[in-house]
Structures are given as C-alpha cells and as structure tokens.
C-alpha cells in the first residue's frame, strides 16, 4: 500500500490564489529569468538592506524603467523582491533564483531544453510519443539526437545530468570499490563521466561502457589521448533490442540515472537480460532517484516536474518513478535487492542487487 502524499487544508481563497499562480506560472517563469539575466536581480542584491529605486536600477543596468518597474512588480508577486519606502530589496527566494547553483540549472534546462517543447504536453501524452521533441529534430527519441542538439541546448542538458551526478559519485565510488572489482560494466555511460572517475579511483580496474554507436564514441574519444584510455572500454548496443546480451565476465554491472529512461515494461526487459550476464558474485548496482524517498518538498516537485520533460521530449514513456513501483520490477526480473542506502548526493537512492 501506497503512503498518502499531498493535502488539501488550503481555504478556498488560498486555493483559488496558488491556481492562479499555475494558471500564470510559464509567464512568471520568463520574468523571474528576465530579472535574473538582465542583471537587475544582481543590481538589488548589491544595494543590500538598503534597497534600489526604479529611476537608479535604470542607470545601472541600462533597462529602461518601465522594463524594470513591470518586472519587479511580477517579482513582487513571486516573491522575489520585496517593496518598501519605494525601493527594491531581495528576498530569501530572490536570492536563490538569483545564487542557487541548483536552481540555476533546473531553470536553464526548462528554458533551453524543455519550454517550447512543452507546448505539445498534452499531444505527448495523448499518443504515448515525445512530441515535443520535433523542436529540435526528427528522432524518435532525445538519446539519438543528443549529439545533434543544438550548443546551448545540449550544454544545458549535460549540466543539468551532470549536476545531479556529480553530487553524488564521491559518495558511491567508496561503496562500489568496497569488494575491489576487477571490471566494471557501465551500462548507459552516456559521456563516460562515471567510467573515468572509477578509472581514476582504481589504477588497475577495467571498465566497459554499453551505449548507442554516437554516444559510446564521444566517450571514447575523449579518452583517447589520456593513459587510462587502454583500460576503457566500449560495447555497442541498443538496450532495448531483445535480441541483444549484455556481455558477461564482469565483477560489478552500474547503471546510474539510466533505468529512470525507460517505461516499466522496459525496464523489466533489460534487468531480465541483465540478470543472465550476472553470475552468482556479481553485483549490480542501481543509482536512482525516487520521488517518494526525498528528504524536502521541493525535491519530490522537481522530480515529478522532470517526469514530464521525459514524457514530452525524451521518449514519452518514461519517468522518475516511486520506489515501491520500481523495486517490484526489480524483483520481478529475478534480483534480490542486499542493500538500499538512500540520501545520497541530492537524494539519491543506490539498491545493490544480486542474482537470485
């Protein structure tokens, strides 16, 4: 059984003001960047207590005050900025919209990857397809064009992955080299960032990345004028063709943030295929987040927000699933689940598996 997640305790009124922040939510969404990329949200910031007025905002930032006054005041609304005496001052929120790393990623990636694509949402979900993928090419999933996005776009993306990642890859490299591996197989490596950190971590581990054609070179490419590069590895493959199997021999099988790609009937599809790879000492590993399992509020609300990007542009079926979902498929496939260790990095989840 499923905890019960949300409420309802608001009063109408209250009710009827956070639907009007929805209803109004992808405009507020460009102001609050406008403030941000402008520089008026800086100039604010450096006025201190104190606070700035409209007429010398203009002077600073070279925006004219109408641009500033019409702004701030939708900064006012979001909270953002706060008014007194007819000066600007920054908030607690403004000044993460304003600092905040994470939030600065979160809001580079739904500008650039995500906001015109969002439009065809509901199409997306409507035919089970990434529709909103067409703004940016003809595939039939975001995986196959990655390295055809557009520089800005994909630059967001890969800050965007990297951020959630990098968070937490200093955590688990300790727990994945506890048995000393000999050979890692990374499946879903993506850029290899995770291959070459354990490449590092361990002189004389081997690792092995399974990944489509174009992304597996990329990886590869990057290491080719690095010492490690003879102790990298690549095996091309689709994950999803049934007819592929993964390659065996190997100590430890990691998938981090891969598995969250696939639809459920997927994803019992390649741990099923996995599971023959492994023999009775190798374990598997999977990195993921989980919406149910977040220690803050603003965590489950990115997460479930992140589901939709899935489901608009990546490859319509796919999403940040609940733990109880995801670990029913896992024992599904014939895996016992030895250990789960959760608040890792930015809360992430790490299940160590074995064959049953």
């Not at 209250?14 to 405009?27: H, L, R, S, Y």
């Not at 990691?254 to 374990?283: N, Y």
């Not at 796919?318 to 959760?342: K, N």
Request: hydrophobic residues 40%; glycine residues 8%; charged residues 25%.
């Amino acid at each position: 059984m499923k905890p019960d997640f949300g409420s309802d305790n608001l009063s109408a009124i209250d009710a009827k003001t956070e639907a009007q922040k929805i209803a109004f939510g992808p405009v507020m969404f460009q102001a609050a960047r406008a403030l941000r990329e402008l520089g008026i949200l800086d100039a604010v910031s450096e006025a201190g207590k104190e606070g700035i007025s409209p007429d010398h905002l203009t002077k600073k930032t070279g925006i004219s005050e109408y641009g500033i006054e019409i702004l701030l005041d939708a900064g006012l609304s979001m909270g953002l900025v706060k008014y007194s005496d007819g000066k600007y001052i920054l908030t607690k929120t403004g000044f993460f919209i304003l600092r905040d790393t994470l939030t600065r990623v979160n809001m580079d990636f739904v500008h650039l990857t995500c906001y015109n694509a969002m439009f065809y949402l509901l199409d997306s979900v409507k035919k089970g397809k990434p529709e909103g993928l067409k703004v940016f090419g003809d595939w039939e999933t975001v995986y196959q064009g990655l390295t055809e996005l557009p520089g800005e776009v994909i630059d967001s993306w890969l800050r965007f992955d990297h951020y959630y990642s990098d968070q937490v890859f200093k955590d688990v490299l300790p727990v994945i080299f506890e048995e000393k591996p000999a050979r890692i197989l990374d499946v879903g490596g993506n850029t290899g960032k995770f291959s070459k950190l354990c490449l590092s971590y361990d002189p004389h581990v081997e690792v092995t990345i399974v990944d489509l054609p174009k992304t597996l070179e990329h990886a590869l490419e990057a290491v080719k004028d690095s010492p490690i590069k003879h102790r990298l590895h690549g095996h091309t493959m689709n994950v999803l063709d049934p007819e592929k199997q993964y390659p065996k021999g190997f100590d430890v099988i990691w998938m981090s943030q891969f598995l969250d790609c696939f639809s459920k009937e997927e994803i019992l599809g390649i741990l099923q295929r996995v599971s023959k790879a492994m023999i009775k000492d190798t374990a598997l590993y999977i990195l993921e987040l989980f919406w149910d399992r977040q220690k803050y509020e603003a965590s489950s609300y990115s997460l479930n927000a992140t589901s939709l990007y899935f489901t608009c542009i990546a490859n319509g079926n796919s999403r940040m699933y609940h733990s109880q979902d995801f670990i029913g498929i896992v024992m599904e496939a014939g895996l016992e689940i030895e250990s789960v260790t959760d608040n890792l990095g930015v809360g992430h989840t790490l299940l160590k598996c074995r064959k049953k």
